[in-house]
Nanobody, 124 residues
Framework: VQLQASGGGLVQAGDSLRLSCAAS????????MGWFRQAPGKERVFVAA????????DYADSVKGRFTISRNSAKNTAYLQMNSLKPEDTAVYYC??????????????????WGQGTLVTVSS
C-alpha cells in the first residue's frame, strides 16, 4: 500500500486545515489508519487513529476536541480535520496504515506503511 499525504500549509492560529491521505489500493479498507506528527527537533508522536471499519477513533490529549479523523473507503482516503489550530501544532504530519491490533494504535511500530509527510505551519 502506498500512501500520499496532502493538505498541509501555512495558516494562522485559530484557522482550520484538512489533511488527506490517499491509498493506492482498495485493501486500504482493511487497515487501521493513523496520523502522527513530528515537530522540529522532536520525536514523531501519535495524533489520531481510526479503526479499519471506521467505527472507533482515538486521539492524543493535545488534539482531542479540535481534530477529527475520518475515512472514506470508497475513495481509499483518510482525513484529518484540524480546527482551532495552535502554533504548537506546527509539524510535519504523516499518515500511516497498519493491520496490527487496535490496542497498539498509538505506537508507530503498529503501522506498516507511511506517507511522505505534509508540513503544517501555524503562525501566532
Amino acid at each position: 500500500v502506498q500512501l500520499q499525504a496532502s493538505g498541509g500549509g501555512l495558516v494562522q492560529a485559530g484557522d482550520s486545515l484538512r489533511l488527506s491521505c490517499a491509498a493506492s489500493e482498495p485493501t486500504f479498507s482493511n487497515y487501521n489508519m493513523g496520523w502522527f506528527r513530528q515537530a522540529p527537533g522532536k520525536e514523531r508522536v501519535f495524533v489520531a487513529a481510526i479503526r479499519w471499519n471506521g467505527g472507533i477513533t482515538d486521539y492524543a490529549d493535545s488534539v482531542k476536541g479540535r481534530f477529527t479523523i475520518s475515512r472514506n473507503s470508497a475513495k481509499n482516503t483518510a482525513y484529518l480535520q484540524m480546527n482551532s489550530l495552535k502554533p504548537e501544532d506546527t509539524a510535519v504530519y504523516y499518515c500511516a496504515a497498519g493491520r496490527t491490533v487496535w490496542g497498539s494504535r498509538t505506537s508507530s511500530a503498529a503501522y506498516n506503511y507511511w506517507g511522505q509527510g505534509t508540513l503544517v505551519t501555524v503562525s501566532s
